[in-house]
């Protein structure tokens, strides 16, 4: 008889041994204090819970060099993140193994990495539900442009935007990513309104009158049979059939974990959503996710925070009550051929402590046979570990080697 997910992480995770290894402490760790032995995966910066800053919204790319650029803001009770947010940006030029602190930007939150046409962009919001802004840099993320108005990056200076490190894609000529917008301006998730941006791949992507953005879409509380307290940090994603969606993230207050497909016009501007047909099963729904498809052409694939059947001994430390979106102490590399059925390949990080472990809101790429990837982890540091789950100590690299292959198997 199979056994339950939650019965089956350890043996995941010991055939997963491609995972890169812990090393030392890096970018703003303590030496002779902290005490990265346990982590998982390489270390590109710490941030001890005592400080009151935590880590947010990682990000990863590949540069036209073969270089790794990561990224991630700051968020937390002693942060900026409401006035004006930070962001670190890091790169390794030896495949992920060591990684330097070369940029910390003011002024930038909730943001996607992502090359185009040979140079790096940042892509998000300039704080905490802020003005939609994007910079690029032409030295590998050393110096970046500053978006002072509509010529040089401020894409919209209305406030209240939402989104997270997602995908920018490229199709039709266009790039298209992912944002939402809060109407009215009060609350978390429930007043979050849908919406796609695009802009053409050879335009200046600086000036905001090249960006084209769709109407917002409000969710209902009335969706799901009820259980629907919003949806947020979309990917946008092309069908096999050539539409593009905006899949995104929704909270729910039980399981199953489910995601919502918004279905994007061609031009870009209109969205719409069925609730009797937009919602799918995707086991780790209720969290941030990225989807990106397979260039190889084996279908898409994710990694998921997923909450493991049965919880019990799995998720140790939180409440009977916890909700889908507090149960991160799971990652899971998921695959699917057509977008709406989606299979758990295999477990890839576990900790049976959810309550100050978790893996969670990983941006990642493809690397010819691997996927490398950028986490926002909870974990031990021998400083007292983390806040709490959601409040995330680190930000850690991982390879998985010859991805496909595992999940074949």
């Known amino acids: 008889m199979k056994q339950p997910l939650a019965l089956r992480v350890s043996t995941w995770i010991a055939r ?7 090393l030392v402490p890096t970018a703003g760790s303590h030496p002779g204090a902290a005490d990265f032995a346990q982590v998982p995966g390489v270390v590109i910066d710490h941030l001890p819970a005592s400080g009151g800053v935590f ?3 990682p990000g990863i790319v590949v540069l036209t060099n073969g270089d790794y650029v990561a990224s991630h803001d700051f968020f937390g009770p002693k942060s900026t993140e409401h006035t004006r947010a930070v962001t670190a940006v890091f790169r390794a030029r030896d495949r992920g193994l060591t990684w330097r602190k070369i940029a ?3 002024g930038q939150f909730w943001s996607s990495l992502f090359v185009n046409q040979g140079a790096l962009y940042l892509l998000g919001t300039d704080k905490h539900h802020g003005n939609a802004v994007i910079r690029r840099s032409l030295d590998g993320g050393q110096t970046w442009t500053m978006p002072a108005d509509a010529a040089t990056g401020l894409l919209r200076g209305d406030a209240q935007y939402h989104c997270a490190p997602t995908p920018v894609i490229e199709h039709a000529g266009r790039l298209w990513r992912g944002i939402e917008r809060r109407i009215p301006p009060t609350g978390w998730g429930g007043n979050y ?3 796609v941006m695009s802009a053409p791949v050879n335009a200046d992507l600086l000036n905001a009158a090249n960006w084209t953005f769709s109407n917002f879409l409000p969710s209902s509380r009335r969706w799901n049979g ?8 979309g990917n946008v994603v092309v069908t096999p059939a050539g539409q593009v969606l905006d899949i995104l993230r929704v909270d729910t207050a039980r399981p199953p974990e489910k995601a919502a497909m918004v279905l994007v016009s061609p031009n870009g501007r209109n969205l719409s959503f069925d609730p009797a047909t937009g919602f799918i099963d995707l086991p780790g729904g209720a969290k941030k996710f990225t989807i990106r498809q397979d260039p190889k052409g084996h279908g898409y694939w994710t990694l998921a925070s997923i909450a493991p059947e049965g919880g019990g001994g799995a998720n140790r430390g939180l409440a009977s009550s916890a909700t889908p979106a507090g149960i991160r102490n799971t990652l899971a590399l998921l695959r699917s051929s057509d977008l709406r059925q989606w299979k758990v390949c295999g477990i890839l990080l576990h900790h049976p402590d959810a309550a100050r472990h978790a893996f969670q809101y990983v941006d990642w790429q493809f690397d010819g046979d691997d996927i490398i990837a950028a986490c926002r982890t909870a974990y031990d540091d021998g400083q007292g570990g983390a806040h709490s789950g959601h409040d995330a100590n680190f930000l850690t ?4 080697q010859k991805f496909r292959a595992l ?3």
């Open 16 to 22: 997963l041994c491609c995972l890169a290894p812990a």
């Open 55 to 57: 880590v947010g919204s």
């Open 104 to 106: 910390t930007i003011d």
């Open 193 to 195: 309104c849908a919406g």
């Open 226 to 233: 009820g259980d629907m307290g919003g949806w947020l940090e």
């Open 397 to 400: 690299f991982h390879r998985i």
């Open 407 to 409: 999940a074949a198997d």
